[in-house]
């Protein structure tokens, strides 16, 4: 009898050990869930978001307060994805000028054997342009000798109590519009110089630093004079 006494007792024992675990092990495996807002302060915890802040970031903790998880709002999930985007179109865009860059570095290289020859064919182009201003000044000339006698006509007309025909006055008309077309020619020439030079500019200290290997070294080197 005694026997069977300790033995229900073992028995017994066991079975609460096994529901003692059991019990522990569904208290850890219960979660609790918080939901912030945009600042990032909790608004709240429970076993479950509720529906009207399933967009908001949350954070996962176990039963015994540590944190398992957390996620993302919907607004900082895009504007993760915004900026991640943006850093990928940058990145690409860097790459692009890298390639750029090194396809003209090699052509200035191919094109020209000294400083010298840059500054040879700049003066060469700007010369160029130079005639062509002097052509379009030759022109001027001539359309504000024409505006000029078509404005004394009228001018001479209106004084004799004479109306001045139509086609004198469309010819007026014409003739200012060459005016302005050739003085705003003469004008995108002038500044076609400035780019001419600013660009063999360029050119030449590009020249400058590939030669002399600072475009490699990230140096700045000391400016040639000619």
């Known amino acids: 009898m005694r026997d069977f006494n300790v033995r229900t007792g073992a028995v017994i024992g066991v079975l609460a ?3 003692l675990a059991a019990t522990g092990a ?3 495996s219960k979660k609790i869930v918080c939901w912030k807002d945009a600042s990032g302060k909790i608004l709240g915890c429970g076993d479950k978001v509720p529906p009207e802040f399933q967009t908001n970031a949350t954070k996962e903790l176990d039963s015994r307060g540590v944190l398992r998880k957390t996620t993302e709002s919907v607004e900082e999930s895009a ?3 915004a900026k991640e985007e943006e850093a990928a179109r940058l990145a690409a865009e860097n790459e692009r000028r ?3 860059q090194k396809r003209q570095d090699t052509a200035l290289l191919q094109t020209f054997s000294s400083e010298k020859e840059i500054d040879l064919k700049r003066d060469r182009e ?3 342009v130079d005639l062509q201003i002097e052509q379009l000044n030759t022109g001027l000339k001539s359309a504000m000798h024409r505006r000029a006698d078509l404005q ?3 001018e001479s007309l209106e004084k004799n109590k004479k109306p001045a025909s139509a086609g004198l006055k469309e010819d007026l008309v014409k003739a200012t519009g060459d005016v302005e077309r050739t003085q705003q020619g003469i004008e995108a020439k002038q500044k076609e110089k400035e780019d001419l030079r600013k660009r063999y500019a360029d050119h030449k200290r590009r020249y400058t630093e590939l030669r002399s290997g600072a475009a490699l070294t990230g140096q700045t080197p000391v ?3 000619n």
């Open 223 to 225: 400016a040639t004079r």
């Open 79 to 81: 504007q993760r994805r």
């Open 98 to 100: 890298a390639i750029d």
């Open 152 to 154: 004394g006509r009228i």
């Open 126 to 128: 700007l010369q160029v």
């Open 17 to 19: 050990v096994g529901l």
């Open 26 to 28: 569904h208290a850890q």
